[in-house]
């Protein structure tokens, strides 16, 4: 692929989501998007079969984004020809109180891939510092603190901290990161909100809850270029990519995880002599069947 969208759209140095598009599409039209995305596709599968052979690493693709931005089908379109055994998604909703019971991060933990794995999170830690931040009465659900007074500054600087820790932990212990968010106008939001309820397949996904929360976007932007600023490492790099164009941001994901996987310099395992002779013996044996 031509374009390097790994490094167009990695965040490096100060953030700022007013000066970050929404409808970049480069130089490619719709149509020259979808037939690059069903080649990088079959690279991508090939990519994922020589993570999983070679068992010493794992991928964590995280997704962060506003309602109808098209989370779900990017995880559809983009990973939906790798194999099932090979990758795991797991969408985080409002904890359950049996969460509420741990620190923010442990059912996190529990979803993390496996060594040779791809483990996708849509939605993930980051809500957090996103929607408990937009709304941090949310916050005592956790029973640690007794009043939305304690939600000071040093209280997200701690919580931005955890986030960090937790990254490099996983980045020094085999677990490759890659965050993407996908940022979308809020006109586009609005169409495609009014498209769920205009359409009738699609009035499933439309939810009233939708409304308030996009009444905060704004606020919700705020949130997310502070967490993006805080967040985004080396290790543990965050992507900005503009989503108005679905079909574009599938591109750019695709290039980026394919480009996230090559640098991880994969092998398939080595046989021994001992084994190269067993599998000739196997091979004779199997042909003098009859």
């Known amino acids: 692929m031509d374009t390097n969208f790994s490094d167009d759209f990695k965040v490096n140095g100060k953030f700022s989501i007013k000066k970050a598009s929404t409808s970049y599409q480069g130089k490619l039209t719709k149509e020259e998007g979808t037939q690059l995305l069903i080649q990088e596709k079959e690279k991508l599968r090939e990519l994922q079969e020589r993570l999983y052979a070679d068992g010493s690493q794992s991928l964590l693709v995280v997704l962060q984004a506003m309602d109808a931005a098209g989370k779900d089908s990017m995880i559809e379109h983009v990973f939906g020809g790798v194999n099932p055994q090979g990758c ?3 969408s985080f909703k409002t904890p359950s109180s049996k969460e509420y019971s741990h620190d923010f991060l442990w059912r996190h933990y529990l979803a993390l891939p496996q060594k040779g794995m791809i483990g996708i999170f849509n939605r993930s830690h980051y809500e957090s510092v996103l929607v ?7 916050n005592l659900s956790e029973k640690t603190w007794s009043s939305v007074k304690d939600f000071d500054d040093k209280f997200w600087e701690n919580r931005y901290e955890s986030i960090r820790n937790f990254e490099k932990h996983l980045a020094q ?18 169409e495609r909100l009014l498209d769920r ?3 009738q397949e699609k009035n499933w996904k439309f939810s009233a809850a939708d409304l308030p929360e996009r009444a905060l976007f704004s606020q919700y932007m705020e ?3 502070t967490a993006i600023n805080e967040t985004s ?3 543990a790099p965050w992507y ?3 989503a108005d164009n679905k079909w574009f941001a599938r591109v750019a994901a695709v290039q980026i995880i394919i480009d996230t996987l090559e640098k991880m310099n994969l092998k398939y395992p080595k046989l021994s002599e001992k084994d190269k002779e067993d599998l000739q013996k ?3 044996q199997l042909l003098s069947e009859k």
């Open 132 to 138: 408990c931040k937009v709304h941090p009465e949310y």
């Open 282 to 284: 196997a091979k004779q």
């Open 173 to 190: 212990n085999g677990t490759t990161i890659i965050k993407i968010f996908l940022n979308v106008s809020k006109d586009e939001q609005k």
């Open 233 to 235: 490492k080396d290790h």
């Open 197 to 199: 309820i205009n359409e």
């Open 88 to 90: 795991n998604v797991t």
């Open 240 to 242: 900005v990519l503009p």
């Open 223 to 225: 949130a997310y270029e």
